[in-house]
Every structure is written in structure tokens, then in C-alpha cells.
């Protein structure tokens, strides 16, 4: 098993940054990617970022291209969020998810952890 916590929501202005943290514990070395999704108020949940462990390499949705920057802390079991010039369409519960590879962790991951709020007001 593997488990994630994230930290680091929070109610922000538009324009504004938060950065998301999310601590993976457990069984990690069954999980060679990580990522974040996020659901908004009565929409399906939605894939935003991932990363592959081994080489770092970073997928996005189209909407947070430019925007949001995810990285990682190999040491530490880490992965992060770094949210730039947020829109009120950002305003979600964002959620750490890990699996065995990319393909996974993009559609259905098999690791979640519990969410955290994001809130941007206009």
C-alpha cells in the first residue's frame, strides 16, 4: 500500500499562488508516478498534472499549461504543486494520486489521498 497526505489549500485571490504538497509513505517503490487531480463542485473529477520518479518528465492538462508546475523531491517522498496566477475556475478539492506508471496515474490511479481545498475568489 501507499499512502499519501496533502497540504497546503487554502483560499487565495485571483492571480494569486499556492503550492500543493503531497508526502508518499508506504510501499513507494511500487509507484513510479505521481499526480495531482482536482473536482470542482458538482463536476467529475479531472486529471491536472503528473510526473514520472525516474526521469522527471511532466504531463499537464491543457488548461494549467504555463501555469501550474509540478516537481518532486526523490529524497523525501515528495511531490508538490506550484499553482501560478490562479483563476476562479481553479477552485477545487485537489488530490494526490500515485501508481506503477504514467498511463496510470493520468486516468485511473490506483493510490488517492484524501484532497485538499482550493479556493479562488474573483
Known amino acids: 500500500q501507499v499512502q499519501l497526505v496533502e497540504s497546503g489549500g487554502g483560499l487565495v485571490q485571483a492571480g494569486g499562488s499556492l503550492r500543493l504538497s503531497c508526502a508518499a509513505s508506504?510501499?513507494?517503490?511500487?509507484?513510479?508516478?505521481m499526480g495531482w487531480f482536482r473536482q470542482a463542485p458538482g463536476k467529475e473529477r479531472e486529471f491536472v498534472a503528473a510526473?514520472?520518479?525516474?526521469?522527471?518528465?511532466?504531463f499537464y492538462q491543457d488548461s494549467v499549461k504555463g501555469r501550474f508546475t509540478i516537481s518532486r523531491d526523490n529524497a523525501k517522498n515528495m511531490v508538490y504543486l506550484q499553482m501560478n496566477r490562479l483563476k476562479p475556475e481553479d477552485t477545487a478539492v485537489y488530490y494526490c494520486?500515485?501508481?506503477?506508471?504514467?498511463?496510470?496515474?493520468?486516468?485511473?490511479?490506483?493510490?488517492w489521498g484524501q484532497g485538499t481545498q482550493v479556493t479562488v475568489s474573483s
Open positions: 510526473i514520472r520518479w525516474s526521469d522527471g518528465s511532466t
Open positions: 508506504g510501499r513507494t517503490f511500487s509507484s513510479n508516478a
Open positions: 494520486a500515485a501508481d506503477r506508471t504514467i498511463v496510470a496515474v493520468t486516468t485511473t490511479p490506483k493510490y
